[in-house]
């Protein structure tokens, strides 16, 4: 599976940003997705996850009601819609994805990923 992250940018404070992960390969319903993201200084950390059906999603608590994760499975593409994007969210947002058995599940550590995409730079200026 080949991962590719898009969508980021430099944004103000308050301004809404998506990104976007495309996957390669036509199984793309069998994986669970993630987001997670990495400031300079600081080690990656989990942002959100979504379920391979979709039905299951996680976040962070400090980007819960401001992040929504979601997925088209007909276009192997899952998305991160940012708003509210507070200038703590600078980082490089990587998205990943896993192999799972189960529709409804999904991961929130990075052990638990198998792929990785190459990360987006998500700047946001105060």
């Known amino acids: 599976v080949q991962l590719q992250a898009s969508g980021g940018g430099l944004v103000q404070a308050g301004g809404p940003l998506r990104l976007s992960c495309a996957a390669s390969?036509?199984?793309?319903?069998?994986?669970?997705m993630g987001w997670f993201r990495q400031a300079p200084g600081k080690e990656r950390e989990f942002v959100a996850a979504?379920?391979?059906?979709?039905?299951?999603?996680y976040y962070t608590d400090s980007v819960k009601g401001r992040f929504t994760i979601f997925r088209n499975n007909a276009e192997n593409t899952v998305y991160l819609q940012m708003n509210s994007l507070k200038p703590e969210d600078t980082a490089v947002y990587y998205c990943?994805?896993?192999?799972?058995?189960?529709?409804?599940?999904?991961?929130?550590?990075?052990?638990?990923?198998?792929?990785w995409g190459q990360g987006t730079q998500v700047t946001v200026s105060s």
């Open positions: 979504i379920s391979r059906s979709g039905g299951g999603t």
């Open positions: 990943a994805s896993r192999q799972s058995d189960v529709a409804v599940f999904y991961y929130t550590q990075t052990d638990d990923y198998n792929y």
């Open positions: 390969g036509r199984t793309f319903s069998k994986y669970a």
